[in-house]
């Protein structure tokens, strides 16, 4: 059973990783990934990966291209 304290810190990790994906994106307007480039350069677990990029994409801050690559929406 999950605790509090670990859901709390569950939740931290998800918003560190969120607000990190975000920068490198905002930092590298041109940047392109694939969900395989991502779980590489940042050591992530599919899994995760994916809820992120979910995450990310409901926001509108990513876009996925047809050939699968992840930009930054406005791009």
Known sequence: MTTTIE???ADANVAVWLNRIRAEYRDMPGLSLTP???QRLWGLEPYICA???EALVAA???RCTPEGNYVRYED
């Open 7 to 9: 859901r709390s810190r």
């Open 36 to 38: 395989l480039q991502m």
């Open 51 to 53: 809820a992120l990029l």
């Open 60 to 62: 509108r801050v990513l």
